[in-house]
T-cell receptor
């Protein structure tokens, strides 16, 4: 069964450092997303990406964040100058396309980011 | 804005049925989802329902949708200890073709012998 894969599963970084979280979406999907879940809180939408550009971003997704699809398979989230409050589980998701619109979203297992 | 609300905790005895409830505010929701999250793990899609359906059954899972009241429920029959997890309700609306999800805070299901 096709799945979304994320690497690494856990990343520890020092405050102020840059991190790149990587995702391989399902191969025939066209829409890509990042969500985050701070420990004990709701899963929050960060950004959606389609046709090599951002479709929508939330208030959380400020200039510190960027996304990229550097090749045909990877989808990355870059966080510049990490802060303690960026510590969270980051989920990548992807969805396909039908004549009626998007399919359901499939999520990866998440990358736990710990900023120290 | 869009919002999804769930009760935070549910405790059931093994073998009983569990019913997890959810309300949402966006009347233009297209898909409604239930995700399961086990400790330290990711989000596992359990089931989903189109907004033009009232009910969907998938083995031990039954999803009921009352679109008028914007109420969604997940019934788990014959609940097992392996069902202990956090269950997230989510709704999505197609906007520009893509599928942005709004999640509830999650219901922690505890199954005891």
């Amino acid at each position: 069964e096709p799945e979304v894969t994320q690497t690494p599963s856990h990343q520890v970084t020092q405050m102020g450092q840059e991190v790149i979280l990587r995702c391989v979406p399902i191969s025939n999907h066209l829409y890509f997303y990042w969500y985050r879940q701070i420990l004990g809180q709701k899963v929050e939408f960060l950004v959606s990406f389609y046709n090599n550009e951002i479709s929508e971003k939330s208030e959380i997704f400020d200039d510190q964040f960027s996304v990229e699809r550097p090749d045909g398979s990877n989808f990355t989230l870059k966080i510049r100058s990490t802060k303690l409050e960026d510590s969270a589980m980051y989920f990548c998701a992807s969805s396909g396309r039908t004549t009626q619109g998007s399919t359901e979203a499939f999520f990866g297992q998440g990358t736990r980011l710990t900023v120290v | 804005g869009e919002d999804v609300e769930q009760s935070l905790f549910l405790s059931v005895r093994e073998g009983d049925s569990s019913v997890i409830n959810c309300t949402y505010t966006d009347s233009s929701s297209t898909y409604l989802y239930w995700y399961k999250q086990e400790p330290g793990a990711g989000l596992q899609l359990l089931t989903y329902i189109f907004s033009n359906m009232d009910m969907k059954q998938d083995q031990r899972l039954t999803v009921l949708l009352n679109k008028k009241d914007k109420h969604l429920s997940l019934r788990i029959a014959d609940t097992q200890t392996g069902d202990s997890a956090i269950y997230f309700c989510a709704e999505s609306t197609f906007s520009g073709g893509y599928n942005k999800l709004i999640f509830g805070a999650g219901t922690r299901l505890a199954v005891h012998p």
